[in-house]
């Protein structure tokens, strides 16, 4: 899924009005796993100048890369944490533990041949889905709008679940964001 869809669906599980940690929190947990790629990718974009096709057609599937994504994207290790956050009863801890387990439940069916090893530490194994969030050989042309209507319904519940300004502008922009991935994409790769 796209980070963006990622936030919604994390701020829909476990955001609170009123609750400004734990939104934050659930806010921070749904983008952890997502946030190594922005760090790697965004230095040899905009730093190096590395050309896209190389960032995302080599690096990201180099040994180095996947290694770093095994980490931040491994279900034992978000598991442990909210088996941890649990135990301790810290809401804020549940929710950033929550919400970056539910990130990799999301992704794990929804990558075809940009998986992760999401196994971690038992095995590097990458499951291969037939189906891909963006992918048009194996069904991004229906799982894409199908993200975005889920995306676009779970923000209509934020809307209704926060009252005050700051909340429902941030909902707005989360809005534009879930719409941006598409423009981004083409400015990336030029098509």
Do not use: C
């Not at 050309?51 to 057609?57: G, L, S």
């Not at 994207?73 to 598991?79: L, T």
């Not at 199908?146 to 909902?171: D, N, T």
């Amino acid at each position: 899924m796209n980070t963006p869809a990622h936030l919604i669906l994390g701020a829909a599980a476990f955001a609170r009005p009123g609750a400004v940690w734990v939104t934050s929190a659930a806010l921070l947990g749904a983008l952890a796993p997502d946030i190594s790629l922005y760090v790697m990718a965004g230095w040899h974009l905009l730093i190096l100048g590395t050309d896209a096709r190389i960032v995302f057609d080599e690096l990201y599937f180099s040994e180095m890369w996947q290694s770093v994504f095994a980490i931040d994207n491994s279900f034992f290790i978000w598991g442990a944490l909210l088996a941890l956050a649990l135990w301790l009863r810290k809401s804020w801890f549940i929710a950033f533990a929550g919400a970056g387990l539910l990130h990799l439940v999301f992704d794990f069916p929804l990558h075809h041949d940009d998986g992760r090893p999401h196994f971690w530490p038992v095995t590097n194994w990458i499951f291969e889905s037939p189906i891909s969030y963006w992918d048009r050989n194996h069904y991004g042309q229906i799982v894409g709008p199908l993200e975005m209507l889920l995306s676009l319904i779970l923000l209509g519940i934020l809307w209704r679940r926060f009252h005050k300004l700051i909340p429902r502008l941030v909902i707005g922009v989360a809005a534009l964001l879930q719409l941006a991935p598409v423009f981004i994409w083409v400015f990336v790769f030029g098509s």
